[in-house]
């Protein structure tokens, strides 16, 4: 019996080696294959059956180096790909996340920095022609004006073709023109209200008047003693006849 027992042992410890290098060879092979969760469950098998083999842990290690240098190499070739699209955004997102796995990798670092610039670029751009009425602000205009010389001087000396910003350039370049061009605006009133173009001037009172003004969102205010205010919103377009017609009518009792 002793002698069987010493057999069936060496037989168990002969079978557990086999199932631990055929588990180990599997998960070596899946290794190649890039197929990273296959790979790992093999070697986690192979520690089950030999828990304190070093060829586990080694193997383990060169896994996980492999998991980060694919993601790496994900993450670059999806912030290029974004890149070459103009979505700038995306593409600094990309190189951020690789910037957490490897925060020595120049690639990345030189990427998110001209990713972020450019998104925040292709954002102020954005801006303008989306709320093209508070270029009547002078504040606003003028920043405008700097953001599409920036705009312009990127795409000058850009290695990389970008039409997206050629086309934003354009349109920018567009709204400003129509922004800097001022435009006639009607006013008629009753010679009896006092009329304020509000953050601009005061106008006084008068029956009719002409003003000239940038396109842009504006308000006038009307007011006369013993009468309640008037405030009229305009929003002065090009290709549009502005008349407006501002008096006080409504009486306060007293």
């Known amino acids: ?61 060169q896994l996980k180096e492999a998991e980060t240098l694919s993601r790496l190499n994900r993450l670059l070739s999806q912030a ?20 957490t796995l490897d925060s020595t990798l120049v690639e990345a670092s030189e990427g998110v920095i001209e990713a972020e610039s450019m998104a925040t670029l292709f954002k102020s751009l954005s801006e303008i ?6 270029l009547v602000d002078d504040v606003v205009f003028s920043q405008a004006e700097i953001t599409l010389m920036e705009a312009e001087k ?47 001037a005061r106008l006084g009172t008068f029956t009719s008047r002409t003003l000239s003004l940038r396109p842009g969102q504006y308000q006038l205010l009307g007011s006369r003693e013993g009468y309640r205010d008037v405030l009229v919103t305009l929003n002065i377009k090009a290709g549009v006849d502005h008349q407006i017609d501002i008096r006080c009518k409504e009486e306060i009792a007293r």
């Open 129 to 134: 022609v989306d709320k093209q009425a508070r």
């Open 80 to 99: 290029a790909d974004r890149q070459a699209k103009e979505e700038w955004a995306g593409a600094f997102e990309a190189y951020k996340q690789a910037l």
């Open 154 to 200: 990127v795409e000058a000396t850009s290695a990389q073709s970008m039409p997206k910003l050629a086309e934003l350039i354009v349109v920018v370049r567009d709204a400003l023109s129509i922004a800097s061009t001022p435009l006639p605006v009607s006013v008629f009133s009753d010679g009896l209200t006092e009329i304020t173009l509000k953050r601009v």
């Open 1 to 61: 019996h002793q002698r069987l027992s010493a057999i069936e042992r060496d037989y168990e410890v002969a079978l557990t080696q086999q199932q631990f290098e055929e588990a180990m060879t599997r998960g070596f092979a899946a290794l190649t294959a890039t197929e990273f969760s296959k790979a790992r469950a093999e070697f986690e098998r192979a520690k089950t059956l030999t828990p304190n083999a070093s060829e586990v842990a080694g193997a383990l290690a």
